[in-house]
Antibody, heavy 118, light 110 residues
Framework: QVQLQESGPGLVKPSGTLSLTCAVSGGSVSSTTWWSWVRQPPGKGLEWIGEVYHSGTTNYSPSLMSRVTISVDTSKNQFSLNLNSVTAADTAVYYC???????????WGQGTLVTVSS | EIVLTQSPGTLSSSPGERATLSCRASQSVTNNYLAWYQQKPGQAPKLLIYGASTRATGIPDRFSGSGSGTDFTLTISRLEPEDFAVYYCQQYVISPPIYTFGQGTKLEIK
């Protein structure tokens, strides 16, 4: 059973870069599926950030495309998120996830809260 | 960009009752790429339904999804205490690839 675990700093300064990694266990990041990042501001709904395939191909949300980079490291069985020029509006719980059947998201990490503050 | 609107925003029901949650899309959803999730406080979302009507692995049969085009419904036939949570619908557009979530429906105990 695939398990996902996010890691990274819980506090980022405004204008800085948010960097998170998702470790994949119980499965391979090289499997035939896409891997996504989703975020949720405190008390609000879910927002898809983007996705990556093991080949390195990516797709991003149009609203974040100018600031986001998602990459994959097959040798470490993990994938990563970088979001630059962050503001307080980027404060959220960030989830890594596996894309599932019929364009769903069928496996989620536990989430990690990232706060943007000086 | 397709916008998903969920209604009601909050639904108050009692255990044993039937609950019906709605998700309306601003444009037709391709290939019925419509999923439903349950989220409890402090937890990650959990996939309930994909392809508009297929239950995910391990999901009880009291959960059912229906609909096509722009109107979709999640029905919980007999509410159990553990079903009180927030529910999100989500759709996928193929080109360019974009996932979009609804704003959520909170199902609370009456």
């Amino acid at each position: 059973q695939v398990q996902l675990q996010e890691s990274g700093p819980g506090l980022v300064k405004p204008s800085g870069t948010l960097s998170l990694t998702c470790a994949v266990s119980g499965g391979s990041v090289s499997s035939t599926t896409w891997w996504s990042w989703v975020r949720q501001p405190p008390g609000k709904g879910l927002e898809w950030i983007g996705e990556v395939y093991h080949s390195g191909t990516t797709n991003y949300s149009p609203s974040l495309m100018s600031r986001v980079t998602i990459s994959v490291d097959t040798s470490k069985n993990q994938f990563s998120l970088n979001l630059n020029s962050v503001t307080a509006a980027d404060t959220a719980v960030y989830y890594c996830a596996r894309n599932g059947p019929a364009a769903s998201v069928d496996c989620w990490g536990q989430g990690t809260l990232v706060t943007v503050s000086s | 960009e397709i916008v998903l609107t969920q209604s009601p925003g909050t639904l108050s029901s009692s255990p044993g009752e039937r609950a019906t949650l709605s998700c309306r899309a601003s444009q037709s959803v391709t290939n019925n790429y419509l999923a439903w999730y349950q989220q409890k406080p402090g937890q990650a979302p959990k996939l309930l339904i994909y392809g508009a009507s297929t239950r995910a692995t391990g999901i009880p049969d009291r959960f059912s999804g229906s609909g096509s085009g722009t109107d979709f419904t999640l029905t919980i036939s007999r509410l159990e205490p553990e079903d009180f949570a927030v529910y999100y619908c989500q759709q996928y557009v193929i080109s360019p690839p974009i996932y979009t979530f609804g704003q959520g429906t909170k199902l609370e105990i009456k």
